[in-house]
T-cell receptor, first 113, second 114 residues
Framework: EAGVAQSPRYKIIEKRQSVAFWCNPI?????LYWYQQILGQGPKLLIQ????????DSQLPKDRFSAERLKGVDSTLKIQPAKLEDSAVYLC???????????FGAGSRLTVL | AQSVSQHNHHVILSEAASLELGCNYS??????LFWYVQYPGQHLQLLLK??????LVKGIKGFEAEFIKSKFSFNLRKPSVQWSDTAEYFC????????????FGQGTTLQVKP
């Protein structure tokens, strides 16, 4: 089966600019996650979707970050405006409703200058 | 608050040495436990998992982990490491219900010298 697809793989922007990341989960996976992984740290959950509804966005900085999964399949994560501390890898993961194992994409590496 | 703590941030071993990476968690309730691995330039991959039953679980590439409920620990072991085991290792925990969020430790970088 195809894995979790993410794009772009790399993005360099200046602070105060905006950026968007895209994720296409494994076909049929109802649950989708966005994680932020800062260099030297473990991934931190930003937002969790169940189909097209938000389950948990308690750690999403909502003044600058937004995410949507309108049709319950692919998802976009947007940052506007970006800050230097947003430099990180943004990981998308998905899982089947009947399982408790996440499958991760390759990630999108963001550098904010 | 739910949390995962990995004891070692950076481990350097010679090939054939034995490995043990510590992981402790704080979580109220029944948990599922995982070790993920991230090889250089690759994405996070599942190494092994514990859901229930035998607390000693075996994963890919000769890795195993032991769940000790009384110590809230899930340590990763391998009897003899190889250069190809050089990677970053993450311990993670989630509540046993299917809607919980997966919480990661800060990771341990393993460097194996040939």
């Amino acid at each position: 089966e195809a894995g979790v697809a993410q794009s772009p793989r790399y993005k360099i922007i200046e602070k105060r600019q905006s950026v968007a990341f895209w994720c296409n989960p494994i076909s049929g996976h109802a649950t989708l996650y966005w994680y932020q992984q800062i260099l030297g740290q473990g991934p931190k959950l930003l937002i969790q979707f169940q189909n097209n509804g938000v389950v948990d966005d308690s750690q999403l900085p909502k003044d600058r970050f937004s995410a949507e999964r309108l049709k319950g399949v692919d998802s976009t994560l947007k940052i506007q405006p970006a800050k230097l501390e947003d430099s990180a890898v943004y990981l998308c993961a998905s899982k089947d409703s009947g399982a408790n194992v996440l499958t991760f994409g390759a990630g999108s590496r963001l550098t904010v200058l | 608050a739910q949390s995962v703590s990995q004891h070692n941030h950076h481990v350097i071993l010679s090939e054939a040495a034995s490995l043990e990476l510590g992981c402790n968690y704080s979580y109220g309730g029944t948990v599922n436990l995982f070790w993920y691995v991230q090889y250089p330039g690759q994405h996070l991959q599942l190494l092994l998992k514990y859901f229930s039953g035998d607390p000693l679980v075996k994963g890919i590439k000769g890795f195993e982990a032991e769940f000790i409920k009384s110590k809230f620990s899930f340590n990763l072991r391998k009897p003899s490491v190889q250069w190809s085991d050089t990677a970053e290792y993450f311990c993670a925990v989630v509540g046993s219900g299917n809607t919980g969020k997966l919480i990661f430790g800060q990771g341990t970088t393993l460097q194996v010298k040939p």
